[in-house]
């Protein structure tokens, strides 16, 4: 494994964790309003995934996609002016935490209808393949999408049409506070793509260098062959389903033991025994994204908020020319009663 | 000028866009080998090929969403629904994702898709599959949502509308593929959210869309024999609304009849009559009145079905009463 990557694995996923921590305390205070579904503990699915596509290839994510906006764009000020609800937000204050976007760099945004974007992730493959260019299209969303209709038409459509998209379940283990096991009736989310058909996989979610062999090798076939995944990677969610979630629904062994399995203590690990970089080395990783993320708090709170006058802008796109025709051509009016 | 069908128009207009712009293309139940369950889209499968005219299982979620995915990375799908109540399975595709893309992306987004197929009653196909869904989808910002009458009207607003680069939800009629009417052989669109008068008239406003124009002109040939000239205003686009329009002829005839197909409750006539009441309230002689369907599921039994929608003697009615002649 190259040294390089291996610490740009880590200093993805400790900038996530540290700008997660960072927007619940902003919460906490106020700050940050709405809901707030943060991503700790699920770090390395995130970062494989997205660090082992193209950055030309599309991404779609859920309302918990911070992570997801953070690996691609990476611009941590415009993520937590978003939060903020400021107009340097990335969604110019309209979208908050589950709404990102930054179509610039292909993020195609969080979506916040469990399961609503998967048949628009099957769109965007659909006209990669249109085209006949090469760029894939990668789908995250959570086990609970599993049971919604959107799910099943979306997956349906991309295996009928061999479309190159790979879907990436990010099983935490939850939907919302109900357990795995009394919503789905098969163990596995990645049971559900035989019926498609669809080739599966299930991956240790914790293990962000599995997670990336695997998205590497979906995303291949997917752009050689045109066939879409599906990818179950297997993670736990270290807080609440958001922020108003106290998560008493788990007992404090199953937190405990899961917390062992922090993908980023699990990452530094390797690092240290395969002698890449020293604890020094990496605690200056953190640092640095510390020091990012109280950059970025403090661009939030200087932003300015959305101007008024703007409340109406962008809900329909400007009128656009009509590049060849626009000769309307009246019919003759019946002229008054009787005719 | 030479007639075509209603169907022959939109078929016509989709012929014309796909063959004026790659990024075109047709998805949907039937769309291709079948020929269209309407047979609106007969000939362009042989036409444009299976890339372009695009068969989908029933999956209605899926595939408005597949084509708003299309839409958001620069093609230009048309997405036929086989009938507007089916579209109701897509209902968050349509509201949440389609309507809404473009304003929670902060304006990086846009969505240039428009769903199609028929809506309203049919003749007895009973509570679910006739209905009228042009209120439901009005009601939110960031569709535009149009319900020609005419076969000019719908060629030229269906070329609009798939050069437009909003969503747009349109709404033909069932009952009107068959109708024929003039359509120009030169190329020509109409603008999005600008009515037409339909008929010029003095005494009465009929405000009608869709089907229910031809209540409203048998209803104002009826009036006539009477001596009442009404004029028809057809807003063609729902939304955007040309409210001017309309206002412009309730000032002229001092009197409003707003007539339409569905449900009354909170329906695209109540916010008519509420802005002709609102601004043109000093030209009023009497208070605007709705012809509407009744507030009821449609009925399968034929008698019934009948009684629910609007037609000329309740149109008739209720111009009598804003002339206080009944």
Same mark, same amino acid.
């Given at each position: 494994m190259d040294r390089d990557v291996m610490l740009?694995?880590?200093?993805?996923?400790?900038?996530?964790?540290?700008?997660?921590?960072?927007?619940? $305390?902003?919460?906490?205070?106020?700050?940050?309003?709405?809901?707030?579904?943060?991503?700790?503990?699920?770090?390395?699915? @995130?970062?494989?995934?997205?660090? @082992?596509?193209?950055?030309?290839?599309?991404?779609?994510?859920?309302?918990?996609?911070?992570?997801?906006?953070?690996?691609?764009?990476? /611009? *941590?000020? @415009?993520?937590?002016?978003?939060?903020?609800?400021?107009?340097?937000? #990335?969604? =110019?204050?309209?979208?908050?935490? *589950?709404?990102?976007?930054?179509? %610039? =760099?292909?993020?195609?945004?969080?979506?916040?209808?469990?399961?609503?974007?998967?048949?628009?992730?099957?769109?965007?493959?659909?006209? %990669?393949?249109? $085209?006949?260019?090469?760029?894939?299209?990668? #789908?995250?969303?959570?086990?609970?999408?599993?049971?919604?209709?959107?799910?099943?038409?979306? *997956?349906?459509?991309?295996?009928?049409?061999?479309?190159?998209?790979?879907?990436?379940?990010?099983?935490? *283990?939850?939907?919302?506070?109900?357990?795995?096991y009394r919503t789905l009736a098969v163990g596995d989310v990645a049971v559900r793509a035989r019926g498609y058909p669809m080739a599966q996989e299930i991956v240790n979610g914790d293990d962000v260098l599995e997670v990336r062999e695997a998205v590497r090798r979906a995303a291949k076939r997917a752009r050689t062959e045109n066939l879409p995944i599906l990818i179950e990677a297997k993670t736990y969610r270290f807080r609440g389903h958001s922020m108003s979630d106290p998560a008493k629904y788990r007992t404090k062994e199953e937190v405990e033991e899961w917390l062992k399995r922090d993908p980023i203590r699990l990452l530094a690990d390797r690092i240290y025994d395969l002698g890449i970089a020293s604890e020094a080395q990496l605690k200056a990783i953190d640092d640095e994204a510390k020091h990012d993320v109280a950059e970025a708090v403090k661009f939030a709170e200087e932003s300015p908020t959305p101007a008024p006058e703007t409340l109406f802008d962008d809900i329909y796109a400007e009128e656009q020319p009509v590049p060849d025709v626009e000769k309307v051509v009246a019919l003759p009016r019946r002229a008054s009663a009787g005719a | 000028m030479r007639e075509l069908s209603y169907r022959e128009a939109l078929r016509e207009a989709m012929a014309e866009e796909m063959e004026r712009d790659e990024r075109v293309f047709l998805m949907g139940e039937e769309v291709g080998h079948y020929n269209g369950a309407y047979k609106v889209s007969e000939g362009l499968l042989d036409r444009f090929g299976e890339r372009r005219v695009v068969d989908t299982p029933i999956a209605e979620t899926g595939f408005a969403g597949v084509g708003i995915g299309a839409a958001m990375v620069g093609l230009r799908p048309i997405i036929e629904f086989m009938t507007w109540n089916f579209s109701l399975c897509a209902f968050d595709q349509l509201v949440n994702n389609a309507a809404k893309l473009r304003y929670m992306s902060g304006g990086q987004i846009t969505l240039p898709i428009v769903f199609r197929g028929p809506g309203g009653a049919a003749h007895q196909l009973a509570a679910q599959h006739s209905q009228v869904v042009e209120n439901l989808y009005a009601y939110v910002p960031g569709l535009k949502v149009i319900a020609p009458a005419?076969?000019?009207?719908? +060629?030229?607003?269906?070329?609009?509308?798939?050069? /437009?680069?909003?969503?747009?939800?349109?709404?033909?009629?069932?009952?009107?593929?068959?109708?024929?009417?003039?359509?120009?052989?030169?190329?020509?669109?109409?603008?999005?959210?600008?009515?037409?008068?339909?008929?010029?008239?003095?005494?009465?406003?009929?405000?009608?869309? %869709?089907?229910?124009?031809?209540?409203?002109?048998? @209803?104002?040939?009826?009036?006539? +024999?009477?001596?009442?000239?009404?004029?028809?205003? /057809?807003?063609?686009?729902?939304?955007?609304?040309?409210e001017e329009l309309i206002l412009k002829s309730v000032r002229k005839t001092n009197r409003c009849v707003i007539i339409e197909e569905g449900w009354p409750f909170a329906g695209a006539g109540a916010e008519v009559a509420y802005r002709v009441t609102s601004k043109a309230f000093d030209y009023l002689d009497a208070p605007v009145r709705r012809v509407t369907g009744e507030d009821v599921p449609m009925p399968y039994a034929k008698n019934l079905e009948h009684l629910v929608l609007p037609n000329v003697e309740k149109v008739v009615a209720a111009v009598r009463q804003v002339l206080y002649r009944s």
């Open positions: 740009l694995l880590y200093r993805d996923m400790t900038r996530i964790r540290r700008f997660e921590e960072e927007a619940a $305390r902003c919460y906490t205070r106020g700050k940050i309003g709405g809901f707030l579904h943060l991503y700790n503990g699920e770090e390395a699915v @995130a970062v494989g995934s997205i660090l @082992a596509v193209e950055p030309t290839d599309y991404i779609l994510a859920t309302y918990r996609e911070h992570a997801h906006y953070l690996v691609r764009v990476g /611009d *941590m000020n @415009a993520a937590m002016a978003e939060l903020f609800g400021k107009a340097t937000g #990335c969604s =110019k204050g309209r979208g908050g935490s *589950m709404h990102f976007f930054d179509v %610039s =760099k292909r993020f195609m945004g969080g979506h916040a209808i469990v399961g609503g974007h998967i048949p628009i992730a099957a769109g965007i493959a659909f006209a %990669s393949k249109y $085209r006949g260019d090469q760029d894939i299209t990668l #789908c995250f969303f959570g086990e609970g999408t599993a049971n919604m209709g959107a799910f099943h038409e979306g *997956m349906a459509l991309a295996a009928l049409w061999k479309l190159p998209v790979v879907f990436i379940c990010e099983n935490n *283990m939850y939907s919302m506070g109900t357990p795995l | 005419t076969p000019h009207d719908a +060629k030229g607003l269906l070329k609009s509308a798939i050069r /437009d680069d909003n969503p747009v939800v349109f709404i033909e009629s069932e009952v009107l593929y068959g109708r024929k009417g003039p359509v120009p052989e030169e190329d020509y669109v109409i603008p999005l959210g600008k009515g037409d008068v339909k008929r010029e008239g003095k005494d009465v406003t009929l405000v009608a869309w %869709s089907k229910m124009l031809q209540v409203a002109q048998d @209803a104002a040939t009826e009036l006539a +024999k009477n001596g009442i000239e009404a004029e028809i205003i /057809d807003p063609r686009t729902i939304r955007p609304l040309d």
